[in-house]
């Protein structure tokens, strides 16, 4: 039995005339302390719920005791991710079934919520709005998911076709065992077009098209044992079938930016604040983020704009957890990283990014007499962690002068990519997990 409970597709979105879109949706997970039945969800919570039991609407739940809420935000460089990473990779906005699989194995970032409700603190992993890139850099992407895929089709069916040749069924070339693998991948996205339709934003009539020349392509096979050449056309047909939707679909979707993205944030605390009211078992909120996520959070709380918008959040929000967050965009400005990670989202103009920089905000309250109260920062690094150790040491810096409660972290033998792997349910007394939780005890006891 699982020592935590979760809602899924909880509704965030503030204004009723909003769409209950995926990207404006938590999952809530609880620990096993909190009564789920007599939890008191926000309205707008139960507007994309689908398939479960309805949530009653009854009175405040009162409770003797009470556990920290965390709003976790994803990393994935503005453009990538969601609360459950794989469905992003399995979707209009990037299919890529290597990279949706290591998603699904490692449990990114369910993972964040279940590890945090086993420990006795409550987690909403969030989704947000999605950056989208040009059309070169798209093209660039869906080559690399293309391959990848390919690849992992070639292999698999790379043992079905080796051992019906070792039988003496089908002889077959390096050539044919590719083109095999290119077939079968293609196969498999105009399939997750059909079951996933919602995600590749296909009506029903699209589908159904699909499916058509998707048969009269593959109709043309019969006739392959005749000519190779006709096998080489198959390949590029279907090819030119599955990329063309996926493409055609990638160029429609919405434009974002960043000031959508730290709307959402702002949203999500706003709901966690009606939750807190609604419910006593609720006591603090924190912000937790990683990669992009951790600039977001980091973001919201030091720019006085923002944090202002959110009303009397300080109050309410006790600290930020920020896990090898970005707080100097500058950082990002190379010809090549800018245009995957600065440009699709912060625009071309140099003094968005410095705008767009927790850094800055923070540079600006040490300079400032008089500064609101801020809330307590821990800030965590990767012993592998690219540039972002030096911002780190800079938002420290400025910290000091501003005297802003903050607290440092290195976990060793990590990556960037792979520190957040270290949440786990089944193995929470680690460094980074327990660094979290310390941080948060320490804050709610005053020592911080």
């Known amino acids: 039995m699982e020592d935590f409970r979760v809602l899924n597709d909880l509704y965030y979105g503030q204004q009723q005339t909003e769409q209950p879109l995926d990207t404006s949706c938590l999952d809530l997970y609880l620990p096993f302390s909190v009564d789920v039945h007599k939890l008191k969800l926000p309205q707008s919570s139960t ?3 689908k398939n479960e039991e309805p949530i009653p609407d009854h009175q405040r739940y009162e409770s003797s005791s009470s556990v920290p809420l965390v709003i976790f935000a994803h990393g994935g460089g503005w453009r990538r991710g969601g609360r459950k990473v794989w469905k992003h ?61 390919v690849f992992a089709c070639t292999l698999i069916s790379s043992v079905i076709l080796t051992l019906m040749c070792l039988l003496g069924i089908f002889g ?13 991948y ?22 159904f098209s699909i499916w058509v020349l998707y048969f009269g392509v593959l109709s043309q096979l019969v006739y392959i044992v005749e000519t190779d050449s006709l096998f080489y056309l198959v390949c590029i047909l279907t090819s030119i079938l599955s990329q063309g939707v996926l493409l055609i679909k990638r160029m429609t979707l919405p434009r974002v930016n960043h000031e959508h993205q730290t709307k959402s944030i702002v949203s999500t605390i706003e709901w966690a604040k009606s939750l807190l009211r609604e419910n006593t078992c609720f006591k603090d909120i ?23 918008n959110v009303g009397n959040s300080q109050t309410f929000i006790k600290g930020v957890i920020s896990i090898c967050g970005v707080y100097d965009l500058n950082n990002l400005s190379s010809r090549f990283l800018k245009q995957f990670y600065l440009t699709p989202v912060f625009g071309e103009k140099a003094s968005v990014w410095h705008k767009a920089s927790p850094l800055t905000h923070a540079k600006m309250a040490a300079k400032r007499a008089g500064n609101s109260p801020r809330p307590a920062y821990l800030l965590i690094n990767a012993e592998y962690d690219l540039h972002l150790v030096k911002d780190t040491k800079d938002m420290i810096e400025e910290f000091s002068q501003d005297d802003v409660s903050y607290r440092h972290v290195t976990i060793q033998g990590t990556t960037h990519f792979s520190i957040m792997n270290l949440f786990q349910k089944n193995n929470s007394d680690n460094a ?15 020592r911080m």
């Open 286 to 308: 924190f912000l937790m983020g990683h990669s992009a996520g951790g600039h977001l959070t980091s973001l919201v709380t030091l720019d006085n704009y923002l944090f202002q």
């Open 172 to 184: 077959a070339s390096l050539v044919t065992f590719i083109g095999v693998g290119v077939i079968s």
């Open 432 to 446: 980074l997990v327990e660094a979290c939780r310390t941080f948060i005890r320490d804050v709610q006891s005053g």
């Open 186 to 207: 293609n196969s498999l996205v105009i399939v997750l077009f059909a079951i996933r339709n919602k995600e590749y934003v296909l009506e029903y009539w699209e589908v």
């Open 47 to 49: 507007r994309n719920r």
């Open 89 to 149: 990779f399995l979707s209009c906005e990037d299919t890529n079934i290597v990279a949706a699989f290591l998603a699904w194995y490692y449990n990114l970032y369910s993972n964040v919520g279940e590890c945090l409700a086993t420990s006795g603190v409550a987690c909403a992993v969030i989704s947000y709005p999605l950056g989208c890139a040009k059309l070169p850099q798209m093209i660039f992407e869906m080559m690399t998911s293309f391959l990848a895929g």
